[in-house]
T-cell receptor, first 110, second 115 residues
Framework: GDSVTQMEGPVTLSEEAFLTINCTYT??????LFWYVQYPGEGLQLLLK?????DKGSNKGFEATYRKETTSFHLEKGSVQVSDSAVYFC?????????FGQGTELSVKP | EPEVTQTPSHQVTQMGQEVILRCVPI?????FYWYRQILGQKVEFLVS????????KSEIFDDQFSVERPDGSNFTLKIRSTKLEDSAMYFC?????????????FGSGTRLTVV
């Protein structure tokens, strides 16, 4: 079945470091791909999305490119801030419902 | 910006009791969803709802669960006889349509604790 796999966390970085969170997917078809962010004690917020191959989603300095050939949608940010500390979820949708990865906790230290 | 509203934000209930979690989706959205997140685990799909009926449900969504859209605005999840393992954060979401490319808006969740 359709699934999403993310790199294990927690990821701990110093402020201004480069961030990569890996995400790969398995799907029978061409899904839309999403990154959601969950700040401590809050709900899920859409961070960015891409709907077709080679699309790049971007928001708040975060970027991810839909790579059909590697079935990947890795999240990157050039310079993280303490306020980026959160859990990041990669997700896909193909036939209505969202399927989430297991989440990657990011902790950014000053 | 339009929001999905969930109430209550926290609910504590005795094992075996019935609970109703409430959601007000975005007004022009047609598809409604419930998801669950057990503490520290992934977000899991429970059920999708369209045109006043369930369009898809997961294995988790067994006979103790039901959903309803009792009026034009509310969308509820009922758990008939709660178990300890139902303790989780429950998220409601809505979307304008179900095809690829359409976004989902999530509510801030209801934290259910079964004691």
């Amino acid at each position: 079945g359709d699934s999403v796999t993310q790199m294990e966390g927690p990821v701990t970085l110093s402020e201004e470091a480069f961030l990569t969170i890996n995400c790969t997917y398995t799907a029978t078809g061409y899904p839309s791909l999403f990154w959601y962010v969950q700040y401590p004690g809050e709900g899920l917020q859409l961070l960015l999305k891409a709907t077709k191959a080679d699309d790049k989603g971007s928001n708040k300095g975060f970027e991810a490119t839909y790579r059909k050939e590697t079935t990947s949608f890795h999240l990157e940010k050039g310079s993280v801030q303490v306020s980026d500390s959160a859990v990041y979820f990669c997700a896909l949708t193909l036939r209505g419902k969202l399927i989430f990865g297991q989440g990657t906790e990011l902790s950014v230290k000053p | 910006e339009p929001e999905v509203t969930q109430t209550p934000s926290h609910q504590v209930t005795q094992m075996g009791q019935e609970v109703i979690l409430r959601c007000v989706p975005i007004s022009n959205h047609l598809y409604f969803y419930w998801y669950r997140q057990i503490l520290g685990q992934k977000v899991e799909f429970l059920v999708s709802f369209y045109n006043n009926e369930i369009s898809e449900k997961s294995e988790i969504f067994d006979d103790q669960f039901s959903v309803e859209r009792p009026d034009g605005s509310n969308f509820t999840l009922k758990i008939r006889s709660t178990k300890l393992e139902d303790s989780a954060m429950y998220f409601c979401a809505s979307s304008e349509a179900a095809g690829v490319g359409y976004g989902y808006t999530f509510g801030s969740g209801t934290r259910l604790t079964v004691v």
